[in-house]
């Protein structure tokens, strides 16, 4: 099982870096934050929904043990897209067979006022080493690191959390449907005004959304056990750590010139991305259960 999940890891990390780029070769500037955000929404839509397919699946009462049938159907439908997209999804705006020998030149055109480069092999050892000096790369890796140390593990154990505030095993599904929404709204939302006033209103929403975090979490270890509803909205206001995480890939899209430079630093962001995925779990200690301590309140 182990092993598994290291291979659908290894296979998984390439999907948002790639996203990054791929954004990057289709939309100008001004256009990627909410063309981000609609794409990074759907991490919302899959909390909405996912908990309660996944209880429904449960029900299954024939065949395979009820957890193989979450990892056949999801998985099917992963792959099944995969496919899709290897099939129809263009390499780069010059080769989309969508579009008419005019409208190719028109795209490309289009997100050459970016001037960050286009797809390209070649591995340029000065990119590289611009890359490592670069004091905003490592900006991102911390910034990465940071958000995701909370991020993960308030999503690897929100039902464990949920079930503690004294719901039942449903409730701890549909109770997390308002924090799937809570994120997708504030997604949208902050994609949307990066968009329509975009001078330097990024970096504002990113502390906005991370600051309405942070004020969910306090809330979340101050607030007396007894108040369940208190603390079930102080966990939905965790939510909006999407939307700062998300914004700071736009600056990889935007803002980053040169295309092994803008590889290199989407990478280093998403082992930042990783590095606090792996840390956030462990402060999740078996000897504090039920009530985690460190995380929530007594």
Known sequence: MATNRFILG????????????IMSMWYTSAEQPLRLEIYYCTNGIATMFGGLIGYAVGHINSGLPKWMYVFIIFGSISTAWGIVSLLVLPDLPSTAKFLTERERLIAVNRVASNRQGVKNHHFSKHQAWQTVKDPKTWILFVMATGAQVPNSALTSFASIIVKSFGFDTLG?????????AVQFLALITGGFVCTKWPNNTRCATMIFANSVCILGAGLLVGLPTNNKWGRMVALWLCYFQGLGFSMSLTMVSSNVAGYTKKQLTGAILFTGYCVGNIIGPQTFLDKEARTYPINSPQ
């Open 172 to 180: 701890t599904q549909y109770m997390q449907i308002p924090g799937g």
């Open 10 to 21: 290894a296979l998984e990390a390439t999907v948002n870096p790639g996203f990054v780029l």
